[in-house]
């Protein structure tokens, strides 16, 4: 695969399907890119387990903070790389001795490692490069709209009531 583009039933399908997200580089920091998203895929009902040496073992957003991806316990659906290019290789080295495997792993905006994909992609595990899952996630579900953001997708689904008067929009609804 060129990982130049992907398309959207790939992405959204793999949104769809994971339910448990170790996420590698998060922060303590709400400013930080890695904080922000995060509290944002907790709060769309995805398990995320942050992944940090310098954090392990305090809490964050009430999740425990692994140091290594082999200190998480149970099966991981998707590893996110919230690290730079260089350090993907050996971040997906260590996913890729984990067992059971897991099915994605993920390289946020601006990480592209092809060695570290082509690695990944022998032994069946799918690979997104350079891709946020808080924006698609929010492109798929309308929420991007919200901020006057071309999807480049049209859908005349009616937000969901999400508690306390707020309306969150959702990928995880039936025929979606």
Same mark, same amino acid.
């Given at each position: 695969?060129?990982?130049? =583009?992907?398309?959207?039933?790939? *992405?959204?399908?793999?949104? +769809?399907?994971? +339910?448990?997200? &170790?996420?590698?580089? &998060?922060? &303590?920091?709400?400013?930080? $890119? #890695?904080? *922000?998203? !995060? ?10 387990? @942050?992944?940090? /040496?310098?954090?392990?073992?305090? !809490? ?19 590893? %996110? ?6 350090? &993907?290789?050996?971040?997906?080295? %260590?996913?890729? !001795?984990?067992? $059971? ?16 994909? =082509? +690695?990944? %992609? ?10 946020? @899952? +808080? ?5 798929? #579900?309308? %929420? ?15 937000? !969901? ?12 609804? /039936?025929?979606?």
């Amino acid at each position: 695969m060129t990982h130049d =583009a992907y398309p959207d039933s790939q *992405i959204r399908d793999i949104l +769809k399907s994971v +339910k448990r997200i &170790a996420l590698v580089g &998060a922060s &303590a920091n709400e400013a930080r $890119p #890695s904080w *922000i998203v !995060t509290k944002y895929l907790i709060d769309r009902g995805y398990d995320v387990v @942050p992944v940090n /040496p310098g954090l392990a073992g305090q !809490t964050l957003l009430g999740r425990t903070v692994y140091g290594t991806l082999k200190d998480v316990p149970g099966a991981i659906d998707m590893v %996110e790389i919230f690290r730079n290019s260089d350090a &993907a290789g050996p971040i997906t080295d %260590e996913a890729l !001795t984990l067992d $059971p495997l897991p099915k994605v792993i993920w390289m946020q905006l601006s990480v592209r490692n092809d060695e570290a994909a =082509a +690695k990944a %992609e022998a032994k069946g595990v799918t690979v997104v490069m350079n891709r946020c @899952p +808080k924006i698609e996630y929010g492109r798929f #579900s309308g %929420e991007i709209g919200w901020q006057g953001i071309n999807s480049r997708l049209l859908s005349s689904k009616k937000p !969901t009531l999400a508690g306390k008067g707020f309306q969150k929009l959702t990928i995880h609804r /039936p025929g979606t």
